[in-house]
Antibody, heavy 122, light 109 residues
Framework: EVQLAESGGGVARPGGSLRLSCLVS????????MSWVRQVPGKGLEWLSNINWNGGVTAYAESVEGRFTISRDNARNSLFLQMNSLKADDTALYFC????????????????WGQGTMVTVS | DIQMTQSPPSLSVSVGARVTITCRAS??????LHWYQHKPGQVPKLLIY?????GSGVPPRFSASEPGSGSLFTLTISDLQPDDIGTYYCQQTHLAPRTFGQGTKLELK
C-alpha cells in the first residue's frame, strides 16, 4: 500500500527551527517528485515547496523562500523540510504529497498525501 | 505569482443538486489545473487533473471543463451526495509557486 507518513512537528519558539520528515512506503521514492503543502487551522491549502526526483530542482512559495529548505534521501525513502526562522504565521498542519506525472495531461498533480504533522510556533 | 480565484467561497447545497464551482487564474495556465476535495479530518484527494481528467476512483458525477481560455475552469458535481461535503480547491502547476485557490466550502442545507 502506498503511504506517506510525516513526523517532526511540534511546538517551536518564534525564530526557532524544526525539521519535518516524510517517510514513504509502497513505492520507489526516486520515481517521483514531492511537495509540501500546509493548512493553517480554519484556512485553505497553501503550497510551500517541491523537489524533483533527484533533488536537483526545487521551488518555494514566497512566504517560505529563504527560511525553509526541501530535501530528499531516496535511499532512506524520505523527504524533508527544514524550517528555520519560524514565525507564528507558520503554525499549521504540514502535509507531504507525491507528485504523479500524468502523460495524457501532460502535467504533475499530487495524487497521494500524508496525514500531516502539526507545527505550532508560539 | 499566479493568483487563483475561486467562486463562490461557500455554497449551501441540497442532496441531489447540481453544483458548479469556478476557478479563474490571473494568467493562462493552459491545462495545468487540478481540483482537490478536502473533507474535515481527512487528507486532500485529487479529483481532477489536467483540467478535465477524472482522478483514480473518482465517481463520474464529478466533471470539469475548460472552455479554451486557459484561465477559466469549472468543476461540476451532478447529483450531489452527502459524502461530497467538504472544501474544494483548484491548483495551478503551470508555474512555481504552484498556487491554490482559496477554496469553496460546500455545506448541506
Amino acid at each position: 500500500e502506498v503511504q506517506l507518513a510525516e513526523s517532526g512537528g511540534g511546538v517551536a519558539r518564534p525564530g526557532g527551527s524544526l525539521r519535518l520528515s516524510c517517510l514513504v512506503s509502497g513505492f520507489s521514492l526516486e520515481d517521483y517528485g514531492m511537495s509540501w503543502v500546509r493548512q493553517v487551522p480554519g484556512k485553505g491549502l497553501e503550497w510551500l515547496s517541491n523537489i524533483n526526483w533527484n533533488g536537483g530542482v526545487t521551488a518555494y512559495a514566497e512566504s517560505v523562500e529563504g527560511r525553509f529548505t526541501i530535501s530528499r534521501d531516496n535511499a532512506r525513502n524520505s523527504l524533508f523540510l527544514q524550517m528555520n526562522s519560524l514565525k507564528a504565521d507558520d503554525t499549521a498542519l504540514y502535509f507531504c504529497a507525491r507528485e504523479r506525472y500524468y502523460d495524457v495531461a501532460p502535467d504533475y498533480a499530487m495524487d497521494v498525501w500524508g496525514q500531516g504533522t502539526m507545527v505550532t510556533v508560539s | 505569482d499566479i493568483q487563483m480565484t475561486q467562486s463562490p467561497p461557500s455554497l449551501s447545497v441540497s442532496v441531489g443538486a447540481r453544483v458548479t464551482i469556478t476557478c479563474r487564474a490571473s494568467q493562462r495556465v493552459y491545462t495545468s489545473l487540478h481540483w482537490y476535495q478536502h473533507k474535515p479530518g481527512q487528507v486532500p484527494k485529487l479529483l481532477i487533473y489536467g483540467a478535465t481528467r477524472l482522478g483514480s476512483g473518482v465517481p463520474p458525477r464529478f466533471s470539469a471543463s475548460e472552455p479554451g481560455s486557459g484561465s477559466l475552469f469549472t468543476l461540476t458535481i451532478s447529483d450531489l451526495q452527502p459524502d461530497d461535503i467538504g472544501t474544494y480547491y483548484c491548483q495551478q502547476t503551470h508555474l512555481a509557486p504552484r498556487t491554490f485557490g482559496q477554496g469553496t466550502k460546500l455545506e448541506l442545507k
